[in-house]
């Protein structure tokens, strides 16, 4: 691999799971309490599974182009379109819901911020599990105690 992973903070760590967890459990709070056809929540409930999903996918294959295994290109699109299908599925059924304009932007921006949550959650995940199969401590030679004495003996006579 030819870029160097950084391990991520715990601050960054923790800032990536309160975003996906505030960001999902606000929608779904929200989507709980609007006043809704059953279908209309089963419709936005869908679209943010969809949407995570997509999200957590995208990610892998772009950490996995960079590592160097070997990502299908039909794969890599569809997970770009599915992220931009459930953007505009999104938009298209908030723009003809009748919610007030700040239910939508609530809606719209805690989505956002959980599909920013996966995205960072995964990326920790994968840099951790990177960092702990690709980094050994560095191996400390096992002499025993007649090495050693050969090894000062050797160092004296130069």
Known sequence: MNQYINKPTSAFIAASWVALIAGAAAYIIGLFNAPMLLNEKGYYLILILYGLFAAISLQKIVRDKLEGIQVTAIYFGLCWASIIICIALLAIGLWNA??????????????????????????NIRDLDYLRTHTQPPSIPNYTNT????????????
């Open 98 to 123: 009748s919610l007030a304009l700040s239910e939508k932007g609530f809606y719209i921006m805690a989505f956002l911020l959980s599909l920013f949550g996966a995205v960072a959650v995964q990326k």
């Open 147 to 158: 090495e050693f004495q050969h090894i000062e003996h050797d160092e004296e006579k130069n």
